[in-house]
């Protein structure tokens, strides 16, 4: 089945730095990539669209300056969180559609930030 | 606005048992609804897809109702194994089809004791 890569799968930094999450489809492209945070028994909730030659797309909410996403290729999209505070703590998820499973999202494993 | 949610927080069984999960959703119409297994530290890998013109799927162990009157999907696993425990989410489209992005269900976190 189709694969979605991440990277790191864990990362702990200092308050102020920044953190870049790379997202990868590996045997699929992906012309577009969804950004997702999930806190301790909380449900996924959905940051931003990643999509490949535009910009991303936010949620309401979600800071576009703070989060920055790259849909560098078709099939690499980053997320970098600038000036991580301890409140960015959280599992940072991606996802892309595999159109020929009928469009069926793939998820990737899961990045844990911790932000000290 | 719209809303999905999963009743129960935690499920406990005993092996062997049908395990019911519901997953309840209010001011939308969906044109399809998703559900995922999560494991602890892991992304969700998806199990089953139920378009609104469906009223039954299966897939191996697994059985997905959908009833867009009562605007409710019922996830089943029979002859439940100990290796089924993990968090289920039920999900659906935002975007009415288009499999884009999605709203999730808080989950609900299934035990299985042997």
């Known amino acids: 089945g189709a694969v979605v890569s991440q990277h790191p799968s864990w990362v702990i930094c200092k308050s102020g730095t920044s953190v870049k999450i790379e997202c990868r489809s590996l045997?699929?492209?992906?012309?577009?990539m969804f950004w997702y945070r999930q806190f301790p028994k909380q449900s996924l909730m959905l940051m931003a669209t990643?999509?490949?030659?535009?910009?991303?797309?936010?949620e309401q909410g979600v800071e576009k300056d703070k989060f920055l996403i790259n849909h560098a290729s078709l099939t690499l999209s980053t997320l970098t969180v600038t000036s991580a505070h301890p409140e960015d703590s959280s599992f940072y998820i991606c996802?892309?559609?595999?159109?020929?499973?009928?469009?069926?999202?793939?998820f990737g494993p899961g990045t844990r930030l911790t932000v000290l | 606005s719209q809303k999905i949610e999963q009743n129960s927080e935690a499920l406990n069984i005993q092996e062997g048992k049908t395990a019911t999960l519901t997953c309840n959703y209010t001011?939308?119409?969906?044109?399809?609804l998703q559900w995922y297994r999560q494991d602890p530290g892991r992304g969700p890998v998806f199990l089953l897809l139920?378009?609104?013109?469906?009223k039954e799927k299966r897939k191996e162990r697994l059985k997905v109702t959908f009833d867009t009157t009562l605007k409710q999907s019922l996830f089943h696993i029979t002859a439940s194994q100990p290796a089924d425990s993990a968090t289920y989410l039920c999900a659906l489209d935002s975007h009415g089809g288009s499999q884009g992005n999605l709203i999730f269900g808080k989950g609900t976190k299934l035990s299985v004791k042997p």
């Open positions: 996802s892309a559609p595999h159109h020929p499973s009928g469009g069926t999202q793939y």
């Open positions: 001011n939308y119409s969906p044109a399809y």
């Open positions: 990643s999509n490949e030659g535009s910009k991303a797309t936010y």
């Open positions: 139920i378009r609104e013109n469906e």
């Open positions: 045997d699929f492209q992906a012309t577009t």
